[in-house]
């Protein structure tokens, strides 16, 4: 079967930000072509993703407003094993965490014990923030000086998002796998998690396809998007409408970004600018 690979930069993320796409795609693809697994060109190309400092995942993830970096990031396989990380602090590669995760008997660590576990596996200590972060920070700071937002934060209508990461594959052999990585949204409180490392919310794998999502996670979460999407496809239905169907559940004002592959086709739905990449230019085949 021809491999296929998409990845996204988010829900309101710039087009200027396309050639990273493009990158996490290609590196992606050659573990595909090379005859590897789904699981492992999501992870490769989340990880170029994390690592490119415009964006929000890993490096140049946002701040929370007391100014520490708490990210997110989630793999689902298409045997329905998945691995995550919620409000990790100081790694390069939240991915690469919740990819150890994935071989445990657990699906989600957070917080400090997420921390431990990324170092009891060999993940060193590593500051993920860049001028880019502090002076997004410096915003919110200033925007709530001056009242606005937060109360809590207004439902988040208005809120930037923009720069979350995600990337779903299908290989040769005919398996799914998705991922997603954040750094959240702006205004965060500490300890705030939101949908891209729940199961369901921000991804979904299963024998029938792969979804991950982008966008304000608290509406995400109550949608339980991402298996929203999945049961649709589950159902027959080609990944295009069924990443329409999610989108319709959304307000105009709640941005979201959403990809899906299956095993005939694979789609994209966004109600904001998304920087996307996908290895087929057609949407069915
Ligand atoms: N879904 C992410 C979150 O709420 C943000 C985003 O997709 O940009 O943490």
Same mark, same amino acid.
């Given at each position: 079967?021809?491999?296929?690979?998409?990845?996204?930069?988010?829900?309101?993320?710039?087009?200027?930000?396309?050639?990273?796409?493009?990158?996490?795609?290609?590196?992606?693809?050659?573990?595909?072509?090379?005859?590897?697994?789904?699981?492992?060109?999501?992870?490769?190309?989340?990880?170029?993703?994390?690592?490119?400092?415009?964006?929000?995942?890993?490096?140049?993830?946002?701040?929370?407003?007391?100014?520490?970096?708490?990210?997110?990031?989630?793999?689902?396989?298409?045997?329905?094993?998945?691995?995550?990380?919620?409000?990790?602090?100081?790694?390069? *590669?939240?991915?690469?965490?919740?990819?150890?995760?994935?071989?445990?008997?657990?699906?989600?660590?957070?917080?400090?014990?997420?921390?431990?576990?990324?170092?009891? *596996?060999?993940?060193?200590?590593?500051?993920?923030?860049?001028?880019?972060?502090?002076?997004?920070?410096?915003?919110?700071?200033? +925007?709530?000086?001056?009242?606005?937002?937060?109360?809590?934060?207004?439902?988040?209508?208005?809120?930037?998002?923009?720069?979350?990461?995600?990337?779903?594959?299908?290989?040769?052999?005919?398996?799914?796998?998705?991922?997603?990585?954040?750094?959240?949204?702006?205004?965060?409180?500490?300890?705030?998690?939101?949908?891209?490392?729940?199961?369901?919310?921000?991804?979904?794998?299963?024998?029938?396809?792969?979804?991950?999502?982008?966008?304000?996670?608290?509406?995400?979460?109550? +949608?339980?998007?991402?298996?929203?999407?999945?049961?649709?496809?589950?159902?027959?239905?080609?990944? +295009?409408?069924?990443?329409?169907?999610?989108?319709?559940?959304?307000?105009?004002?709640?941005?979201?970004?959403?990809?899906?592959?299956?095993?005939?086709?694979?789609?994209?739905?966004?109600?904001?600018?998304?920087?996307?990449?996908?290895?087929?230019?057609?949407?069915?085949?």
């Amino acid at each position: 079967m021809r491999p296929l690979l998409i990845t996204h930069c988010g829900a309101g993320s710039d087009p200027s930000v396309q050639d990273a796409a493009e990158a996490a795609g290609a590196r992606g693809l050659e573990v595909l072509v090379r005859g590897g697994r789904a699981l492992d060109a999501v992870v490769e190309s989340i990880v170029i993703l994390e690592d490119d400092p415009r964006l929000n995942a890993g490096t140049g993830s946002r701040m929370r407003i007391d100014g520490r970096i708490q990210m997110d990031a989630a793999l689902m396989n298409w045997d329905r094993e998945a691995g995550a990380v919620a409000a990790i602090e100081e790694v390069k *590669n939240p991915i690469r965490v919740a990819y150890d995760v994935l071989k445990t008997p657990h699906i989600l660590f957070a917080g400090a014990d997420a921390v431990a576990f990324a170092r009891s *596996n060999g993940h060193p200590r590593y500051d993920p923030s860049t001028p880019e972060s502090r002076r997004n920070l410096m915003e919110s700071l200033e +925007q709530i000086r001056k009242g606005r937002l937060p109360r809590y934060a207004r439902k988040w209508k208005g809120v930037p998002i923009h720069d979350t990461v995600g990337a779903v594959a299908r290989d040769r052999r005919g398996r799914f796998a998705t991922g997603s990585s954040t750094g959240g949204v702006a205004f965060m409180l500490p300890g705030r998690v939101g949908d891209s490392p729940i199961v369901g919310a921000g991804l979904y794998a299963g024998p029938r396809g792969a979804v991950s999502v982008t966008g304000i996670g608290e509406e995400i979460i109550k +949608q339980v998007l991402s298996k929203f999407v999945y049961d649709r496809i589950a159902d027959g239905l080609a990944p +295009q409408r069924a990443a329409d169907r999610g989108l319709a559940l959304f307000p105009d004002d709640v941005p979201i970004g959403i990809i899906a592959v299956a095993s005939r086709a694979w789609g994209e739905a966004a109600n904001r600018d998304m920087a996307f990449f996908s290895s087929s230019a057609r949407r069915t085949f």
